[in-house]
């Protein structure tokens, strides 16, 4: 068996639609589909104000009738159920040294409020063990390609590694997507740019990416892979091919078109703007076991 597919669940839409998701990627990879429900205690009340042993009963009474409703969202699957309480950050991090990737909703309620506002989706992604899928969108792409950012150095290695498993057990292409824009702003932050040759600097982008993906098309022959490289922000080239898309893989470092991709308005706005799901591979991170 693979290792197993974890997923967060929090009684939401969202959620639910996330746990299809994963279950679908479970069957797959023949993995257990492994639900995971973390609920925080709340503290600090005034005494006499809340009853904590009432309280705590209803919040695991509620947690159990969601993890049964996710369970129930996964009909015919190996799954394990698992309520933790703890707070859904640490809870998941701690999920994921041992899952193949950790599956969330882009929205939620109780312990997984708010886990892609701000910088709780950021923390996760950047403590993972594992890649971390926020499943975004419907289900429109199932049929379309897997694309992945290539930002040209060693450390996005892992995010290509990912994308080629992913397109492999799909069975689908793969769309590889390199943008070039940072290295003309590096330049003409530094007095250069009128010096620049585009075409020369383009012919190296093509170069480049054919490089970082070439033992990964010898190590899948059966995924067949389509070059993007454009003078172009990371955000919009990627948002642009994953019209259609089963799945956008990115890292969370490099330099290039897609530097600082968890740190600033490029991850927000994906995460946000995605109509598809969105897998985040940190360095390191990527498993296909």
Request: net charge negative.
């Amino acid at each position: 068996m693979s290792a197993p597919v974890v997923v967060g669940v929090d009684g939401s839409e969202s959620a639910l639609h996330a746990v299809r998701w994963a279950a679908d990627e479970a069957a797959r990879r023949g993995a257990v589909l492994r639900l995971v429900h973390a609920v925080e205690i709340p503290t600090g009340y005034p005494p006499g104000f809340v009853d904590s042993d009432a309280l705590r009963a209803a919040l695991a009474e509620q947690g159990r009738s969601w993890l049964e409703q996710a369970r129930q969202a996964a009909p015919g699957l190996a799954t394990e159920v698992v309520e933790v309480k703890a707070a859904a950050v640490p809870a998941l991090v701690k999920e994921s040294t041992h899952a193949a990737l950790v599956v969330l909703g882009s929205r939620g309620l109780g312990g997984f409020t708010g886990l892609l506002l701000g910088s709780t989706a950021v923390e996760l992604a950047a403590h993972a063990h594992c890649p971390v899928v926020t499943v975004r969108g419907t289900d429109n792409g199932h049929d379309g390609p897997v694309v992945v950012g290539v930002d040209g150095t060693p450390l996005g290695e892992a995010a290509i590694a990912f994308a080629f498993h992913e397109a492999s057990i799909r069975g689908t292409g793969l769309v590889a997507v390199h943008t070039w824009t940072d290295l003309v702003l590096e330049a003409a932050f530094a007095g250069g740019a009128a010096q620049l040759d585009f075409s020369v600097l383009a012919a190296q982008a093509e170069e480049l990416l054919g490089e970082r993906l070439a033992g990964w098309q010898e190590k899948y022959p059966d995924v067949p892979v389509s070059r993007h490289v454009s003078r172009d922000r990371a955000a919009s080239a990627l948002l642009r091919h994953a019209d259609g898309a089963q799945l956008v893989v990115v890292g969370t470092r490099g330099r290039g078109g897609f530097r600082g991709l968890l740190l600033g308005s490029t991850s927000q706005h994906l995460l946000q703007h995605a109509p598809c799901p969105v897998a985040v591979v940190r360095t390191g991170s990527s498993r296909e076991d």
